[in-house]
């Protein structure tokens, strides 16, 4: 009697369990028919004009993520980041301006990394605004951007 009562426990246990595990493969399977597509947007040691960005700064570390829209026709003051930022343009244009002179010329899903350091400034010469999303690698209690001294 209690050999016969394990062994329906068991069988019991075992039908319990079986459901469970083919959804798990059944899942597994629709993963593998459909797997998630990585795209490495950029990957560099130097800002979009060519110069190495600086080290880290030290201190706590702190990321910062904007979204920006720059109405058509609008021009951004100058300024600077003394941290190292990247962005990518979701849509509408862009064209960015160090006070040295190099331009750099963006469109809708171009990804670029920021000049540090350096007075640049951004102008949306399109007829739609210019989104874009920044990615800011600071440390805490230090500035983002830098308004341009007058």
């Not at 459909?34 to 600086?54: A, E, F, H, M, Y």
């Not at 201190?59 to 100058?78: D, F, M, V, Y």
């Given at each position: 009697?209690?050999?016969?009562?394990?062994?329906?426990?068991?069988?019991?246990?075992?039908?319990?369990?079986?459901?469970?595990?083919?959804?798990?493969?059944?899942?597994?399977?629709?993963?593998?028919?459909?797997?998630?597509?990585?795209?490495?947007?950029?990957?560099?040691?130097?800002?979009?004009?060519?110069?190495?960005l600086?080290?880290y700064?030290?201190?706590?570390?702190?990321?910062?993520?904007?979204?920006?829209?720059?109405?058509?026709?609008?021009?951004?003051?100058?300024?600077?980041?003394?941290?190292?930022?990247?962005?990518?343009?979701?849509?509408?244009?862009?064209?960015?301006v160090?006070?040295?002179?190099?331009?750099?010329?963006?469109?809708?899903?171009?990804?670029?990394?920021?000049?540090?350091?350096?007075?640049?400034?951004?102008?949306?010469?399109?007829?739609?605004?210019?989104?874009?999303?920044?990615?800011?690698?600071?440390?805490?209690?230090?500035?983002?951007?830098?308004?341009?001294?007058?």
């Amino acid at each position: 009697m209690i050999k016969q009562t394990i062994r329906i426990l068991a069988l019991f246990s075992v039908m319990l369990l079986l459901p469970t595990s083919c959804a798990i493969v059944r899942t597994s399977l629709e993963v593998d028919r459909n797997p998630p597509v990585v795209r490495q947007l950029i990957k560099t040691t130097q800002s979009w004009d060519g110069k190495c960005l600086p080290a880290y700064p030290q201190g706590k570390p702190e990321i910062t993520i904007l979204r920006i829209s720059i109405p058509a026709g609008a021009q951004l003051k100058t300024h600077s980041h003394p941290v190292i930022n990247a962005v990518v343009l979701i849509s509408g244009q862009l064209t960015v301006v160090t006070t040295d002179g190099k331009t750099l010329h963006l469109k809708a899903g171009d990804p670029f990394v920021e000049v540090v350091n350096r007075l640049h400034y951004g102008i949306n010469q399109g007829k739609v605004p210019a989104e874009l999303v920044v990615f800011y690698a600071g440390v805490t209690n230090t500035p983002i951007t830098v308004a341009e001294p007058q």
